[in-house]
């Protein structure tokens, strides 16, 4: 006998938040990334259309990480004391789509940098590369707000998803992207009501929900990725049922949080951090990632594999 | 929760009025008003006073059709006027409503079937109304069976169970909330319920009161869709919140707003 696919149908989808732009659209960028527009739940190809693969951005630091493990900075060697020379070689080298690069060293604990000093920095980050860029600021919310305007304003008309905005700290945040075309990161801990609430207030401000990408935090594997799993998925059901609060495409900082992992630290097995950190995206990816944002080259390679055989053939 | 406007009868003083001078702009103002007010579907009755409703039917149609492509409930117990509102309608139409009487179903279901119109089956019959949940149950029964008998699709079928003002069938009322969760388990796909909200507080002095708890109950016992108004603030509040503790929503602070902008 025939078996028939039993398949749900939506009546809502995610939106599409599109980053970088070409010189068309008023950018430099030598191309886009359009991430969301799902119209069914991850992966279910057969159940509405997913228009666009999830994407994998390469993570920098405007300063030279001290506390990556070995493993890590060994694909880099001694780029990474330079960001630009850094941003070159994952473009170059390692055909990255997507960059995307922490301003660590204007936190007051490491370095305090100027924003002055951070804007030049994207300036000639923007020349340097022609991918579209994506900008997070140190984490320190004072500085942030100095920050990320000045950021944003020196990347205006380029389209970059910057962030992260969270609930106490949004305001600047939003102004100055709105202002200057880019999109945002809204930044919840694991809880899908502060996500809904922060959505809506960043949209009251006038940054349309379109222009929204959220960051649901999500724990490495073994380290509570079922929670963000679950918080995604909600997400999702709701966003499909055609809650438009809630509709918009995850980031998931995969590397961030696989390479803290005792497991992806052991120096008697080296290898076992870039697979903690491909499982780690791949299960983000069945949860619903649209862009993930990794570091190290082998784990990348393989989840760009990854992707390429699942939404390949779909 | 599906939300018919009910707003649009010429019953009440400004739609009789701008059905009498063809003031289209009035329709169209009411039109919006409740759809900005969270209506997903808009009611239309040319109310008792009108003296040719096959001609007032289509002339409330074309006037809201000119500002929403919303769906329109056409609103009347004569069915020359239900055709005469079909053809002039370009939205997706529902009608409002059937019998529980053979020829009431052997005419409106082909008909619904003919313009690709939903339907709603009010559970009365010539016999009158009933008086107890077995009779409505049973009632809902013949009207689900015509429907599977002339190949109208159940997900389109809306049964509704018959509200009566509380000051007048006060026994009534517990018996009208469990027959739309019974109205469910009739058929396989289900059968979507509706009520006419505002008949539970005909001529009581706390009638908002009385609407919103009422809804809130219904929605409590699984209610799909309900004509309302709109427009009372306090009622659409209850409504979300019912929602939200029925989990059909996520909550966030701002959940009020956050149904609104959906």
Same mark, same amino acid.
């Given at each position: 006998?025939?078996?028939?696919?039993?398949?749900?149908?939506?009546?809502?989808?995610?939106?599409?938040?599109?980053?970088?732009?070409?010189?068309?659209?008023? &950018?430099?960028?030598?191309?886009?990334?359009?991430?969301? &527009?799902?119209?069914?739940?991850?992966?279910?190809?057969?159940?509405?259309?997913? *228009?666009?693969?999830?994407?994998?951005?390469?993570?920098?630091?405007?300063?030279? *990480?001290?506390?990556?493990?070995?493993?890590?900075? $060994? *694909?880099?060697?001694?780029?990474?004391?330079?960001?630009?020379?850094?941003?070159?070689?994952?473009?170059?080298?390692?055909?990255?789509?997507?960059?995307?690069?922490?301003?660590?060293?204007?936190?007051?604990?490491?370095?305090?940098?100027?924003?002055?000093?951070?804007?030049?920095?994207?300036?000639?980050?923007?020349?340097?590369?022609?991918?579209?860029?994506?900008?997070?600021?140190?984490?320190?919310?004072?500085?942030?707000? $100095?920050?990320?305007?000045?950021?944003?304003?020196?990347?205006?008309?380029?389209?970059?998803?910057?962030?992260?905005?969270?609930?106490?700290?949004?305001?600047?945040?939003?102004?100055?992207?709105?202002?200057?075309?880019?999109?945002?990161?809204?930044?919840?801990?694991?809880?899908?009501?502060?996500?809904?609430?922060?959505?809506?207030?960043?949209?009251?401000?006038?940054?349309?929900?379109?222009?929204?990408?959220?960051?649901?935090?999500?724990?490495?594997?073994?380290?509570?990725?079922?929670?963000?799993?679950?918080?995604?998925?909600?997400?999702? $059901?709701? +966003?499909?049922?055609?809650?438009?609060?809630?509709?918009?495409?995850?980031?998931?900082?995969? +590397?961030?949080?696989?390479?803290? +992992?005792?497991?992806?630290?052991?120096?008697?097995?080296?290898?076992?951090?870039?697979?903690?950190?491909?499982?780690?995206?791949?299960?983000?990816?069945?949860?619903? +990632?649209?862009?993930?944002?990794?570091?190290? *080259?082998?784990?990348?390679?393989?989840?760009?594999?990854?992707?390429?055989?699942?939404?390949?053939?779909? | 929760?599906?939300?018919?406007?009910?707003?649009?009868?010429?019953?009440?003083?400004?739609?009789?009025?701008?059905?009498?001078?063809?003031?289209?702009?009035?329709?169209?103002?009411?039109?919006?008003?409740?759809?900005?007010?969270?209506?997903?579907?808009?009611?239309?009755? #040319?109310?008792?006073?009108?003296?040719?409703?096959?001609?007032?039917?289509?002339?409330?149609?074309?006037?809201?059709?000119?500002? @929403?492509?919303?769906?329109?409930?056409?609103?009347?117990?004569?069915?020359?006027?239900?055709?005469?509102?079909?053809?002039?309608?370009?939205?997706?139409?529902?009608?409002?409503?059937? @019998?529980?009487?053979?020829?009431?179903?052997?005419?409106?279901?082909?008909?619904?079937?003919?313009?690709?119109?939903?339907?709603?089956?009010?559970?009365?019959?010539?016999?009158?109304?009933?008086?107890?949940?077995?009779?409505?149950?049973?009632?809902?029964?013949?009207?689900?069976?015509?429907?599977?008998?002339?190949?109208?699709?159940?997900?389109?079928?809306?049964?509704?169970?018959?509200?009566?003002?509380?000051?007048?069938?006060?026994?009534?009322?517990?018996?009208?909330?469990?027959?739309?969760?019974?109205?469910?388990?009739?058929?396989?796909?289900?059968?979507?319920?509706?009520?006419?909200?505002?008949?539970?507080?005909?001529?009581?002095?706390?009638?908002?009161?009385?609407?919103?708890?009422?809804?809130?109950?219904?929605?409590?016992?699984?209610?799909?869709?309900?004509?309302?108004?709109? /427009?009372?603030?306090?009622?659409?509040?209850?409504?979300?919140?019912?929602?939200?503790?029925?989990?059909?929503?996520?909550? #966030?602070?701002?959940?009020?707003?956050?149904?609104? /902008?959906?």
């Amino acid at each position: 006998m025939a078996w028939e696919l039993m398949t749900e149908k939506w009546s809502g989808e995610v939106s599409t938040v599109t980053i970088g732009a070409t010189k068309e659209e008023g &950018g430099t960028r030598s191309h886009t990334l359009k991430i969301g &527009g799902e119209k069914s739940l991850p992966c279910l190809f057969q159940e509405g259309n997913i *228009p666009h693969e999830p994407k994998v951005a390469f993570e920098i630091w405007d300063i030279a *990480p001290l506390d990556w493990p070995a493993e890590l900075m $060994l *694909p880099y060697a001694e780029t990474l004391r330079d960001p630009l020379e850094w941003a070159n070689k994952c473009v170059r080298d390692y055909k990255a789509q997507g960059l995307c690069i922490r301003l660590q060293g204007a936190h007051p604990d490491f370095g305090d940098k100027s924003p002055e000093e951070e804007a030049k920095l994207i300036r000639k980050l923007l020349k340097e590369v022609s991918v579209p860029l994506i900008i997070l600021g140190c984490g320190d919310d004072a500085k942030d707000n $100095l920050l990320l305007p000045a950021c944003s304003e020196a990347a205006k008309g380029e389209r970059c998803l910057i962030g992260c905005a969270v609930q106490d700290n949004y305001k600047t945040i939003a102004t100055s992207l709105l202002a200057d075309g880019h999109n945002i990161i809204a930044e919840s801990p694991i809880d899908i009501n502060i996500a809904k609430q922060l959505n809506i207030l960043i949209s009251d401000m006038g940054l349309p929900l379109e222009r929204i990408v959220m960051n649901p935090t999500i724990g490495a594997l073994g380290y509570g990725l079922e929670y963000a799993y679950s918080i995604m998925e909600r997400s999702r $059901l709701a +966003a499909l049922s055609g809650d438009k609060t809630v509709a918009s495409p995850f980031i998931c900082f995969v +590397a961030q949080e696989s390479w803290r +992992a005792k497991e992806a630290k052991n120096e008697n097995s080296p290898e076992q951090g870039v697979i903690w950190e491909a499982l780690t995206a791949t299960a983000l990816i069945q949860a619903g +990632a649209d862009l993930l944002i990794m570091r190290h *080259p082998k784990a990348i390679q393989k989840v760009n594999q990854y992707i390429a055989n699942l939404f390949g053939g779909k | 929760m599906f939300i018919i406007g009910e707003l649009i009868n010429g019953m009440y003083d400004n739609i009789g009025r701008a059905i009498k001078e063809k003031d289209k702009k009035e329709i169209q103002r009411c039109a919006l008003e409740q759809i900005s007010c969270g209506a997903d579907a808009l009611d239309i009755n #040319c109310g008792p006073a009108s003296k040719q409703p096959l001609l007032d039917m289509p002339w409330l149609i074309e006037s809201v059709q000119e500002v @929403t492509a919303k769906p329109l409930c056409l609103d009347s117990s004569n069915l020359k006027v239900i055709t005469a509102g079909l053809k002039a309608a370009k939205n997706k139409t529902i009608i409002n409503s059937v @019998t529980a009487d053979s020829e009431k179903l052997d005419t409106l279901i082909p008909l619904a079937n003919q313009f690709g119109a939903q339907l709603i089956g009010i559970t009365i019959s010539k016999k009158g109304i009933p008086q107890n949940k077995d009779q409505r149950l049973e009632l809902a029964a013949t009207i689900v069976s015509t429907c599977v008998d002339q190949g109208f699709p159940i997900e389109n079928l809306y049964l509704d169970p018959i509200v009566l003002p509380v000051n007048v069938a006060q026994a009534q009322l517990k018996d009208i909330l469990e027959s739309i969760r019974e109205f469910k388990i009739i058929s396989e796909p289900a059968p979507k319920t509706t009520l006419g909200l505002s008949n539970v507080s005909q001529s009581t002095n706390a009638r908002n009161l009385i609407n919103r708890t009422f809804l809130t109950m219904a929605i409590a016992y699984g209610l799909d869709s309900a004509i309302l108004d709109p /427009k009372d603030n306090q009622l659409m509040d209850s409504l979300i919140t019912a929602e939200l503790i029925l989990n059909k929503n996520i909550y #966030c602070d701002s959940y009020l707003e956050a149904y609104r /902008k959906k």
